[in-house]
């Protein structure tokens, strides 16, 4: 099928697919617009799920794509590796890994996830903890390694919102011992492992949790930390030297600018924690654990089969998508930091966007009549803000959900999240350096008619 764009979809003239480094950039808010390829009007208050690319980095994306066809062999067989690399460390530093050699780069989170728990050895016995608001990927895999023999138990950590961190680290701290102390009528219990996933941003509902407490308290209690820190780059700073989870998945997207999509994993103990340290799929460069020259960690990751590698290499461009453990744009990646760097770099993107969120998400709620989920320290809204929906009566179902995409994106050419938690539903808005509260306030107008047709068509008696 073949899908064309009508000509008023189109993005229109006077969009900037390159910039002066040393030129002053354009304000943040509606002047960052030219930089971005959306169709006319449209506003995109969704970052946080898809990302939306700089054209500039997409102009360098295209520049590596046909450098790449225009001798195939000679870039994958020996410029590949090199530039590889060149991402690797960018990502490293950003992440604050001791070394580049404990990062890989793969297509995406749930990819970089999914590898870190397919390579634990798992036994009868075992554990995997999980939160109720585990991404849902995630907490299927979960279940799959449940459903197959060994058949880790899966243990689920309840989580409402709002509440506060202090709440959650004394929950999490209890559940975590009390699965530790549990027995599992194995005659092995005293060597079973635990292994928990923690998220560092939900993504709904999109709260910030205190993912470096949760992982300290893993520590202190033996158990197996995995960070699912799909939506922390850009969002928060990130010292992984100093929070020293076992693993960090992360993707280089949420900064209020995309970085091509990349996936990165951070993971110095895979190797020794697993008795194996596999690739997915497996790659050329595998060796047994019985061969001396294992493990062999980064260079599994650098081939695992035809992909498109672009994004990789184009996150010297700006380009950064994190993940951790699995995640690479070599080229483009410090094309796109470096376009990150020209508009004001981290700390001015990430105070803009954040303060954009507070100011944004208190606007829709009082134009809709709802609140923001916060709670009173302002603990829970990083970049991205949490609104409750007036759908009071309207049931959690896949139809009701479909009805709000639809109203949002062809009667009102805008989109945010939308999502049921707590018997409640809520819109989670991805503040980003091209929107202001004002689009903020176009998206109450937009809730304020769409939901009362929700409720309308939906609505118990």
């Given at each position: 099928?073949?899908?064309?764009?009508?000509?008023?979809?189109?993005?229109?003239?006077?969009?900037?697919?390159?910039?002066?480094?040393?030129?002053?950039?354009?304000?943040?808010?509606?002047?960052?617009?030219?930089?971005?390829?959306?169709?006319?009007?449209?506003?995109?208050?969704?970052?946080?799920?898809?990302?939306?690319?700089?054209?500039?980095?997409?102009?360098?994306?295209?520049?590596?794509?046909?450098?790449?066809?225009?001798?195939?062999?000679?870039?994958?067989?020996?410029?590949?590796?090199?530039?590889?690399?060149?991402?690797?460390?960018?990502?490293?530093?950003?992440?604050?890994?001791?070394?580049?050699?404990?990062?890989?780069?793969?297509?995406?989170?749930?990819?970089?996830?999914?590898?870190?728990?397919?390579n634990f050895e798992w036994h009868e016995g075992d554990i995997i903890i999980g939160a109720s608001t585990t991404y849902g990927t995630i907490a299927q895999t979960m279940q799959y390694?449940?459903?197959?023999?060994?058949?880790?138990?899966?243990?689920?950590?309840?989580?409402?919102?709002?509440?506060?961190?202090?709440?959650?680290?004394?929950?999490?701290?209890?559940?975590?011992?009390?699965?530790?102390?549990?027995?599992?009528?194995?005659?092995?219990?005293?060597?079973?492992?635990?292994?928990?996933?923690?998220?560092?941003?939900?993504?709904?509902?999109?709260?910030?949790?205190?993912?470096?407490?949760?992982?300290?308290?893993?520590?202190?209690?033996?158990?197996?930390?995995?960070?699912?820190?799909?939506?922390?780059?850009?969002?928060?700073?990130?010292?992984?030297?100093?929070?020293?989870?076992?693993?960090?998945?992360?993707?280089?997207?949420?900064?209020?600018?995309?970085?091509?999509?990349?996936?990165?994993?951070?993971?110095?103990?895979?190797?020794?924690?697993?008795?194996?340290?596999?690739?997915?799929?497996?790659?050329?460069?595998?060796?047994?654990?019985?061969?001396?020259?294992?493990?062999?960690?980064?260079?599994?990751?650098?081939?695992?089969?035809?992909?498109?590698?672009?994004?990789?290499?184009?996150?010297?461009?700006?380009?950064?998508?994190?993940?951790?453990?699995?995640?690479?744009?070599?080229?483009?990646?410090?094309?796109?930091?470096?376009?990150?760097?020209?508009?004001?770099?981290?700390?001015?993107?990430?105070?803009?966007?954040?303060?954009?969120?507070?100011?944004?998400?208190?606007?829709?709620?009082?134009?809709?009549?709802?609140?923001?989920?916060?709670?009173?320290?302002?603990?829970?809204?990083?970049?991205?803000?949490?609104?409750?929906?007036?759908?009071?009566?309207?049931?959690?179902?896949?139809?009701?959900?479909?009805?709000?995409?639809?109203?949002?994106?062809?009667?009102?050419?805008?989109?945010?999240?939308?999502?049921?938690?707590?018997?409640?539903?809520?819109?989670?808005?991805?503040?980003?350096?091209?929107?202001?509260?004002?689009?903020?306030?176009?998206?109450?107008?937009?809730?304020?008619?769409?939901?009362?047709?929700?409720?309308?068509?939906?609505?118990?008696?």
């Open positions: 099928m073949m899908i064309t764009l009508a000509a008023s979809h189109l993005p229109s003239e006077g969009k900037c697919h390159t910039y002066d480094p040393q030129s002053t950039p354009p304000d943040f808010g509606h002047p960052m617009l030219q930089y971005f390829a959306f169709e006319d009007g449209f506003i995109n208050l969704n970052n946080g799920a898809y990302g939306s690319l700089p054209l500039p980095v997409a102009s360098e994306c295209a520049k590596i794509a046909a450098e790449i066809e225009a001798c195939p062999d000679r870039f994958m067989r020996f410029t590949h590796r090199t530039r590889l690399r060149h991402s690797r460390e960018l990502v490293a530093q950003f992440i604050g890994a001791e070394s580049a050699d404990e990062c890989v780069l793969v297509p995406n989170a749930t990819h970089g996830l999914n590898t870190v728990l397919r390694l449940s459903d197959i023999p060994p058949h880790p138990v899966v243990s689920n950590f309840p989580l409402i919102f709002p509440c506060t961190h202090a709440k959650i680290i004394d929950d999490w701290r209890k559940h975590v011992r009390s699965v530790v102390s549990s027995d599992s009528g194995s005659a092995d219990n005293a060597k079973r492992k635990v292994v928990a996933v923690v998220d560092g941003i939900i993504s709904t509902p999109g709260v910030r949790l205190p993912w470096i407490e949760m992982v300290k308290i893993c520590r202190e209690e033996g158990v197996w930390s995995v960070v699912d820190g799909a939506h922390l780059i850009g969002q928060v700073d990130i010292n992984l030297a100093e929070a020293d989870p076992d693993f960090f998945v992360s993707r280089m997207r949420d900064f209020g600018i995309e970085l091509p999509q990349v996936d990165v994993h951070e993971t110095k103990l895979l190797c020794t924690l697993c008795t194996k340290a596999v690739a997915i799929p497996t790659a050329h460069e595998y060796v047994s654990p019985t061969d001396p020259r294992a493990p062999n960690f980064v260079d599994q990751h650098e081939w695992t089969g035809t992909l498109d590698h672009v994004p990789y290499l184009s996150i010297p461009a700006g380009t950064l998508s994190p993940a951790l453990f699995f995640c690479v744009m070599p080229h483009e990646c410090s094309v796109a930091l470096e376009f990150r760097k020209w508009i004001g770099g981290e700390r001015k993107i990430n105070e803009y966007c954040h303060q954009l969120a507070l100011d944004g998400g208190k606007r829709l709620a009082e134009i809709i009549g709802t609140s923001v989920m916060e709670n009173e320290k302002g603990e829970l809204t990083a970049n991205a803000v949490n609104v409750e929906l007036p759908l009071a009566g309207v049931p959690a179902t896949l139809e009701v959900d479909q009805f709000l995409k639809e109203q949002l994106l062809f009667e009102w050419h805008c989109y945010a999240a939308h999502y049921y938690h707590n018997g409640r539903w809520w819109t989670r808005c991805s503040a980003a350096v091209w929107l202001e509260v004002s689009d903020f306030e176009y998206l109450g107008k937009a809730f304020t008619e769409i939901c009362k047709l929700t409720r309308d068509k939906f609505a118990k008696e």
